[in-house]
């Protein structure tokens, strides 16, 4: 099992910035591509951005040129930096890390962005 662990969440005023953490644990030997994701109200939980073992990286359009992933040295963190938010950004951010076939997600943490 992995489990992820999320921090970094708040509230922020548009085009503000944001950094949020995910820490793994668990066979996180087993880990290879890591990602965030955001459900908002209502809504279906779609990617923001992920990144593969090798460092390559991917973004949805919405956030591509205000968004960042990386993840450190050890490959057990992921980041995402978050600048230029915008009201829309608003949603619970959450942790994805593969293991095999399977995704393993985090509890989320609440990112609220006032107009």
């Known amino acids: 099992q992995v489990q992820l662990v999320e921090s970094g969440g708040g509230l922020v005023q548009a085009g503000g910035s944001l950094r949020l953490s995910c820490a793994a644990s668990g066979g996180i030997s087993s880990i290879s591509d890591m990602g965030w994701y955001r459900q908002a109200p209502g809504k279906q939980r779609d990617l923001v951005a992920k990144i593969t073992d090798a460092g390559v990286t991917d973004y949805a359009d919405s956030v591509k040129g205000r968004f960042t992933i990386s993840r450190d040295n050890a490959k057990t963190t992921v980041y995402l930096q978050m600048a230029s938010l915008k009201p829309q950004d608003t949603a619970v951010y959450y942790c994805?890390?593969?293991?095999?076939?399977?995704?393993?997600y985090g509890q989320g943490t609440q990112v609220t962005v006032s107009a």
């Open positions: 994805g890390a593969r293991s095999g076939w399977f995704w393993w």
